[in-house]
Every structure is written in C-alpha cells, then in structure tokens.
C-alpha cells in the first residue's frame, strides 16, 4: 500500500516570505499523481496545485510551487510570498494512475503566517 | 460552475441509528468519492462511485455503503451508527477516474 509522509506538523512563517512544506511517499508504481491541498479553518478541501508523475517539469500556480524528485521520491511545496490567507491545514495527497483506492494522504502541516 | 455540494452540512445521531448524507457533484462530473476525517485516523478514503458502479473501496466496514444516481448524485449511508464514527465527513467529484478530485464542504456527523 503506498504511504504518504508530512515531517513536519506545524510550520510558521513571516508575512511575505517563503517556506517549504515536505512531503515524502512510498510506492512501487510509476504511474501516479500528487496533489497538495489546502484545508483552511472552514475545512472545506481546496485544491492547490497537482502534479502527474510522468511529467518532469515541476507544476507551478501562480505563488505555489512543487520540487518534485521522483527518484527520492520526494514531493514539497513552496509557497512564495506568503499571505495571511494561506493560514491553513496542507495535506499531501497520492493517487494512483489505475484510481486504486482512491487518494491517499498525510497527517498534514499546519502552517501559520505571522503578520 | 457550482461546486460540489453535501447535505445536510451538521448532523447528530445517536449510537444505533443509521444516517444517510448526500453530495451533489460538479455539473458534468461523474466520478464521486467520499472520505472521513477524524482527527485521530486523519483522512481516509472511504469509496467512489463512477457511473453508478462502485469503483473502489476503502478499509471500513460492511456498516458504511453507498450509491450513486443517474444524476452523478452520490449518498452514503452508515447504519448501526458508534461513537467512533463521529467524523467530517467530505465528499469529493472529478471529471473521470482517476482525475483531479474536487471537495465539498463536509457534513459533520456527531454520534452521542
């Protein structure tokens, strides 16, 4: 069954600046996707950026952006000037590309922007 | 486009009882799944329905079922309800499967 690894339960960044959430998962297909969502306080799921295995070049939207190493298998998120409105929940989320059982995700990294 | 929509949004069972949550998908997307979040277990996948049929299932127990209309419209039901499953429960819909996955906001089941 593959695994998705977050590190790091809560973040904090300055208003403005940059972090780094990780990511790690586990899988012996090739096959695949990855997502990074983004569960603010009204929990409603929003997608931020996605990713398709087979694809080198590391997806980008706008201030959010993947480094994706598909040999380390290794998948984080930058978000770029950070906002007060990025305050959330980021859950990390794999699915295979047969669709079997669905997406899979981690525990999540609360991250806080300090104004 | 509308988003994806559940109902009812707040519900409060007591053990025993059965419950039946809706989602309404995107228009024109035929793939629905459907996920618990419990702060202990965090999210997990539960099953998806695409054009009617049961496409995958998670690791719950036989208490948990669904459906899916001719509408794309999903319900899942859970009979014999327990404390254990008072969760966020949240629904999610694509185009196709497997294909990107988008969210509703969730019915928060309460078990007493």
């Given at each position: 069954a593959q695994t998705v690894t977050q590190s790091q339960p809560e973040m904090s960044v300055q208003e403005a600046e940059t972090v780094t959430l990780s990511c790690t998962y586990d899988t012996s297909e090739s096959d695949y996707y990855l997502f990074w969502y983004k569960q603010p306080p009204s929990r409603q799921m929003i997608l931020v950026i996605r990713q398709e295995a087979y694809k080198q070049q590391n997806a980008t939207e706008n201030r959010f952006s993947v480094n994706f190493q598909k040999a380390a298998k290794s998948f984080s998120l930058k978000i770029s000037d950070s906002q007060l409105g990025d305050a959330a929940m980021y859950f990390c989320a794999y699915r295979s590309g047969g669709g079997a059982d669905g997406l899979t995700f981690g525990k999540g990294t609360h991250l806080i922007i300090q104004p | 486009k509308a988003g994806v929509t559940q109902t009812p949004r707040y519900l409060i069972k007591t053990?025993?009882?059965?419950?039946?949550?809706?989602?309404?998908?995107?228009?024109?997307?035929?793939?629905?799944?459907?996920?618990?979040?419990?702060?202990?277990?965090?999210?997990?996948?539960?099953?998806?329905?695409?054009?009617?049929?049961?496409?995958?299932?998670?690791?719950?127990?036989?208490?948990?079922?669904?459906?899916?209309?001719?509408?794309?419209?999903?319900?899942?039901?859970?009979?014999?309800?327990?404390?254990?499953?008072?969760?966020?429960?949240?629904?999610?819909?694509?185009?196709?499967?497997?294909?990107t996955q988008y969210f509703g906001p969730g019915t928060r089941l309460t078990v007493l």
């Open positions: - | 053990r025993g009882q059965q419950v039946t949550l809706s989602c309404s998908p995107i228009s024109g997307h035929r793939s629905v799944s459907w996920y618990q979040q419990t702060p202990g277990q965090g999210l997990q996948f539960l099953f998806e329905y695409f054009s009617e049929t049961q496409r995958n299932k998670g690791n719950f127990p036989g208490r948990f079922s669904g459906r899916q209309f001719s509408n794309s419209r999903s319900e899942m039901n859970v009979s014999t309800l327990e404390l254990g499953d008072s969760a966020l429960y949240l629904c999610a819909s694509s185009l196709w499967s497997p294909d």
